[in-house]
Each structure stands twice: as C-alpha cells, then as structure tokens.
C-alpha cells in the first residue's frame, strides 16, 4: 500500500492517498489553480493517481478534497497548519 | 490510510476503499454531507443517518455516525419512528432516486405532508445503480436503461415540485458540480425544523451515463458545469429535466409550518389542558 | 424490573380483547405505537390513541402496514418499547419487515388479529389461519415467538409477556390473537404496578468507540446500543458481522443467522408455555390454542363424562412448537387431535413430532365462526374407539 503523499507550495499543501485513488480526474480538471496532473506511475489497482505539478500554486482551497468521490486527496491552507 | 485526511472522523476508514465506481458522485455527495455535519454547529452524536437500498443506501454504511440500512424504499418510515422515539436525535435520510421516489414514494410525500422533522437527502443519478441501471421514477424521457432498452416511453417526476406540493419547508437542488452550494443546502437542511428535501444530481458514469453516451464521471460533470444554470426561489413546477440535460439548481423553498410535533403537542394541550405534558420522546 | 405505574391502570376491569391488549401494553412500559386501521384490530389502536398522550406514549396512524411495521423498528432503535397491529392482509404487508427485524435483533411487538381469510376474506369473523405465516412469512431463515391468548385476561397477560420476550431474546414477537378472543368481553383484572414483572432492555455497557453490535462473547444475544449515545454503531439488513459491517462470505452467512435461529431453538424449553389438564394417562390428547381451545375445553368435558381419558394440551406459545412434550406424550398417548380455524397449519407441525407414534386428527374449519363442541367430542371418542378397540362400546 502506497505511501500517502504531501507536497507543500508557500500558501497550501496537498496530500495524496495514491491506492485510494480511482483515476477519475475530477480533481485535474477542477483544481483552479492547475496544480494537478495525471502521473506516469501505477496504483496498486492500475490507475494513474494525481501528483502535485506545480505545488507553488497551491492555495490551499481544498476543491480537490470536496470533490474527490474517493477521499483520496484533500488540500490544506498551511496558515491553519501551522 | 486517509487518516491524515480531515474529515475522516465521520467516515469509516476501516471500511475504505468504498464500492463506488471510478467517477460515481456519490463520493462526493459524501465529502458535502461530513462538511455540512462538521459545520452545522450540532454533535455528531446527535445525528443519525437513515439509508434505504441501492448505491446511494450504502453511505450509511460509510459514515462513522448512528446509522441504519434499512429496507428498500422505507428509510422514511424507519426516521420517522426514530425521530418520535427521541426527538432530540437529528435524522438525516440519505437515499436514491428510485428507493425514495418508487417504491418509496408513498412514504415520502406523508412525511412531507406531516412536516417530520427530518432532512431527505436524494442522490438523483437517473437509474437503479446497484442493480445494473434500471429506469426509475426520475429518468428523462427518451433516456436508454436496462428495462427501457428502446428509450424510456415515461415521463419523469419533477422532484423538487413534487416535494414542494407535499408540504416540503425547504427544497433545493445542486448537482455533484456544485459542491459549496450543495454543502450549504445540506447544512441549511439539517438545521431547518421541518421536512427538508435536497437533490443531489449526480454521475453514474457506468450505467446510465454509458447506456446514453454521455462519458465517464468526468464529462459528466462537465456537463453540468454546461447546463446548469442556477435560479434560487424559482417556482417548482418550472423546474422539471428532460433529456437535453438542461438542469435548473438552486433554493427554491424556504418556508415555515408547524412541524409534526409542534402541532401534536400545540392541539393536545389545547384539547386536554394543563394536565396534559408536553411530548418529548419516550424516555 | 417493575411496571411504570403510569401506564398501569389497575383494577378488574369489563375489557375485551383488543381493549385488554391495549392495556397490556402500557402496562409493559411499551410508548411507542404505529398502526394503520384494519379489522377486527383497529380498537387495539384506536385505545392506544386515547391512551397514549396521558403517559407519555406517542401513537402515530402510519400510510400503511409497510410504513408501520417498519416505524416501530425506528422506534426501537431510537429507545422505546414498541408495537403495531394488524389483522391477516396487514400481516401479509409487515413481512419483509418482520425479516428485519429479526436480522436486525430489534425487540419489537406485533399483534395479529386473525380473521377469515384468505385475502379479504371476512373481516369481522374469526379465523386462525395466519399461524403458518407467523413463523414462515417472511424470506429466509429466522426464528420467532409466537403467543396465543384465549381469553381477554390472556390478552392483557400475554401482550406483557410478548414484550418481554421480545427483550430478552431481541426478536420480534407476534401475538396471535383471534377475531373472538379480540372482540369478546370478559373480567380482566389488571394488577398493581409492584406485581407486573418487566423485562428492561439490555444495552451495551461498552466504552465508546468499543462497541460492537453483534459481538456476543458466547452468549446467545447480544446487548443492543441506541442512538444517540454516542456509539456511532451501524447496523444493516444485509449479513453482517460483529461490527454490524455487511460481509458478503459464506462463513460471515453462517455465523450471522446460526445464532438468529439457535437463540430460540436451543431455549425453546424457556420460552415454551404450555396449558395441561389431564395429559398424563390419557388415551387421547385434544391439542389447541386460542379461541378453538376454549370450545375444546367444553367437548374434553363432554368426553370425560362418559368415562374417556382425554387431556387437554394448550398451546400458550405456538412457536417454538413444543417438540419435546409431544413427544415426551406420544409414547403413552393413543391419538392427538387438533381443532383449529384453518385446513391444516398448527396439525402439519403436529403431525411432523408425532412422526407417526400416534395417530393424529386433524379438525379443518374454515373461520367465520367456531367448531362446535360436539365436532370434537365425536372426534374424542371415535379416536379413544380406535386406540382402545377391546373397550365395549356400549360401556359408553
């Protein structure tokens, strides 16, 4: 079982479960800032999970964790982690 | 596993991966409901979730709150009976199309119609998603299903119109697409005193959406996105779907009656006088 | 645990059976109560309604049998002691949820009203044809009390007794009144709260977080929780494990409803209560329960007065089936005959534990009315003819 994955920009933090992941892409194509792409690597049931391409631009928004219908990412605004 | 992630205090980690196909709603429609809870300003424990049969009857199984999967089409019923055993409880049915609007559909409109207090989550995905994508009470006509295979020859029920003339105090509808605005109705639901009713358009990419060409999960939503467009406080009867996808979301009923209780306890205090107390629940 | 004297109306009381039912329950501490109006039932409720709102009970009219049956479960869950009547069509209605109730393991209470059937039938007259239904009704395998009153008094003690049942083993108990025993009006004589013995719920005093609904540590029931408490439990219709979490394994399928169906079975001596006169030495055995035995106990007095051994053996509880006091009878007993208001329910099973040892008659009646008692004093006398043939019949 993969690890899950955290990937921090300046403003918000992204998390990924990748073995939860069903490779639907919602959270691709819905992240407002683009942060999202499909990775080259395999889940353990043969999807491609997400990765965190250009984390800087992160807001922390979270849309990706609203939408995702696996909760297999979710993003945090770093203000509140701290 | 998704330990980390912030809302898995109301969901069953031990029980994940879930059932759901790669680009179901229902998911989603979940990730709203633990919001709404987390942000509704009541405790957990308070909240008991009530689910009948079908793809969307199996959340109950994944929320980490009193839950009960009941039997096809009764979810309402059993709430009911909850509700009036221990009307403290916050109950919250969470159930499908064709099990709250088929066979369940008797029990619905006299919950309405009694204004119980309780709040009517309906994931609406067209179809019977757990049996192989039958027609239900909601698919637009023309829609291709598994028991409608030359196109269903029906017309659909318009839900929120339906809820709305039953004696619903609040009604709305958002798709999976608008996932802020369907928090906040879940969240105004749960609050609200009375008979709530929010509609949850949503993908079922493997059967209906397949059987009708319409993509995966993703271009499903999409097309929301498309052809939604949003009128709060328009009149129900205008709010009916059809098979363009044309889809109208908002708030459209927001409005005060007594609830079952209040009028129980108001005409039995009027009728028997001051020996009569109060009915708080059994215990 | 004693009865909450608030529901306890005591004193002798004019009551019919229905009427008498209605008290049983408030004086079992049930408060909730969901019905839909169906004859000869309808007057159980209907005192319900009246009754309710001065203890404290809520009583709601559901939209149908379906909603009602299913209501009480809620009810249950949500903390209460509950019930809902019905007569033969309703019942027909509940039985998917009687299923649910006993996968579930929720104490509950249903009262069935049996009138002439099948289908509409004759719904002011008398049957007992619902008794098969009762234990097989609904799909799949379960076990299930089942109680038959014979007087308004019975109706009053046994609704109490049903309920504590329904406690003590979590299942869902019927009560398998008639049309005449609902309808006649008889003394009944309602105790004092300190004299009514109740069975409490018992919940699950597990740490939260810790509780597992059907985790049972090798007892046969497991201790219930409700919502609200805090547990966070979930519970499902499909077959699940100790977590209540669905398990789709012929292993889980086994372990799951084993114990549903052993819980009964292997305390049917606890659970059995039986009514005898006479069965000891007997020749011939009269076998009945409800409306039908209080005619048999008017042919048994004909037959005994022509010098007959005839015992009289009533079926308080009709399920579980007493196997083992048949068959402790039927080595020195000749015959066993069974009145009842149908063509063959309560017989068939009868006949199964005899397991031809004796010889059985069967007295069919279709309902509407009842036997008349010299029906079943011929029958007496030709089965006491038949197992002692050396017997001069003119001694008689």
Not at chain 3, 177 to 203: F, L
Not at chain 3, 243 to 271: F, H, T, W
Request: with cysteine; proline share 6%.
């Amino acid at each position: 079982m993969a690890e899950a994955k955290e990937t921090k920009g300046p403003r918000g933090m992204v998390t990924i479960n990748p073995d939860m992941c069903k490779g639907c892409g919602i959270c691709i194509r819905f992240c407002p800032a683009g942060v999202l792409e499909f990775s080259d690597e395999f889940n353990s049931k043969g999807y491609h999970p997400p990765r965190a391409v250009r984390p800087e631009a992160c807001t922390g928004c979270d849309l990706c964790g609203i939408y995702c219908p696996d909760f297999a990412i979710f993003g945090i605004l770093l203000k509140t982690v701290a | 596993m998704v330990n980390n992630n912030p809302v898995s205090d109301l969901l069953r980690t031990d029980r994940m991966p879930h059932i759901w196909c790669s680009g179901c709603g229902l998911g989603t429609t979940v990730n709203c409901f633990v919001r709404a809870v987390a942000g509704c300003g009541l405790p957990p424990d308070q909240i008991t979730v009530v689910s009948g049969i079908g793809c969307t009857g199996r959340v109950a199984g994944y929320l980490k709150l009193d839950s009960f999967h009941t039997t096809h089409g009764r979810p309402i019923p059993f709430a009911t009976g909850l509700k009036l055993a221990n009307p403290r409880l916050k109950v919250v049915v969470y159930s499908g199309d064709g099990d709250l609007f088929a066979i369940g559909g008797n029990h619905f409109i006299h919950a309405a119609r009694r204004n119980m207090d309780m709040t009517v989550i309906c994931v609406n995905n067209f179809t019977y998603g757990m049996t192989g994508g039958q027609v239900t009470p909601t698919t637009p006509t023309g829609a291709i299903a598994s028991t409608a295979p030359y196109g269903n020859t029906e017309d659909p029920f318009n839900l929120p119109y339906l809820a709305d003339s039953a004696g619903a105090v609040y009604v709305a509808r958002w798709t999976t697409f608008h996932v802020r605005q369907a928090t906040k109705a879940m969240k105004e639901a749960i609050q609200k005193k009375g008979f709530s009713f929010v509609e949850l358009v949503s993908p079922c990419p493997t059967l209906y959406g397949r059987r009708n060409r319409m993509g995966d999960g993703l271009d499903m939503m999409e097309g929301y996105k498309e052809n939604s467009t949003i009128r709060n406080g328009a009149d129900t009867r205008d709010v009916g779907m059809d098979i363009s996808g044309k889809i109208v979301c908002g708030k459209f009923v927001d409005r005060e009656r007594p609830s079952f209780l209040e009028q129980y306890n108001t005409r039995l205090a009027a009728r028997l006088g001051p020996s009569y107390k109060n009915y708080e629940g059994v215990l | 645990m004693k009865a909450d004297p608030k529901g306890v109306l005591t004193g002798a009381h004019f009551l019919d059976g229905d009427h008498a039912c209605s008290e049983g329950a408030l004086s079992a501490g049930c408060r909730f109560a969901a019905g839909y109006p169906i004859t000869p039932s309808t007057e159980i409720v209907e005192r319900i309604a009246s009754r309710f709102p001065q203890v404290g009970g809520m009583f709601i009219q559901m939209e149908d049998e379906i909603a009602s049956s299913i209501a009480i479960q809620g009810a249950v869950w949500g903390g209460a002691k509950a019930m809902t009547v019905t007569s033969g069509p309703g019942f027909s209605l509940m039985m998917e949820h009687i299923g649910f109730a006993a996968m579930l393991e929720t104490p509950c209470v249903f009262v069935d009203v049996q009138r002439a059937g099948p289908s509409t039938g004759q719904p002011t007259l008398p049957g007992q044809a619902d008794m098969m239904q009762a234990r097989w009704g609904s799909h799949g395998d379960y076990e299930i009390i089942a109680l038959c009153p014979n007087s308004p008094q019975e109706c009053y003690d046994l609704t109490i007794r049903a309920f504590n049942l329904a406690e003590e083993y979590r299942v869902p108990v019927m009560i398998m009144m008639d049309e005449c025993v609902g309808h006649m009006t008889e003394k009944v004589v309602i105790p004092s709260p300190e004299e009514i013995e109740i069975t409490e719920r018992r919940y699950t005093t597990a740490k939260l977080g810790e509780y597992r609904p059907y985790f049972t540590d090798g007892e046969m029931v497991p201790p219930i929780a409700k919502a609200g408490d805090g547990h966070r439990f979930h519970v499902t219709g499909l077959t699940h494990d100790e977590r209540g979490y669905p398990v789709m394994s012929p292993e889980v399928q086994e372990k799951c409803v084993r114990r549903l169906v052993d819980k009964i079975r292997l305390n049917a001596e606890r659970i059995i209560s039986l009514e005898e006169s006479e069965t000891e030495g007997a020749d011939v055995i009269v076998v009945s329960y409800g409306i039908t035995s209080r005619v048999s106990v008017k042919a048994i007095e004909m037959a005994r007065a022509d010098g007959i051994k005839v015992g009289h053996l009533r079926l308080i509880t009709a399920w579980p089936f007493p196997e083992k006091r048949i068959r402790e009878l039927v080595g020195r007993t000749g015959a066993f005959i069974m009145p009842e208001l149908n063509y063959g329910q309560m017989f068939f099973e009868m006949q199964r534990v005899i397991d031809g040892k004796a010889k059985s008659y069967l007295l069919p009646h279709g309902g509407g009315t009842v036997h008349k008692p010299e029906v079943i004093y011929r029958t007496i006398k030709e089965a006491a003819l038949e197992c002692r043939p050396q017997v001069e019949e003119s001694a008689w």
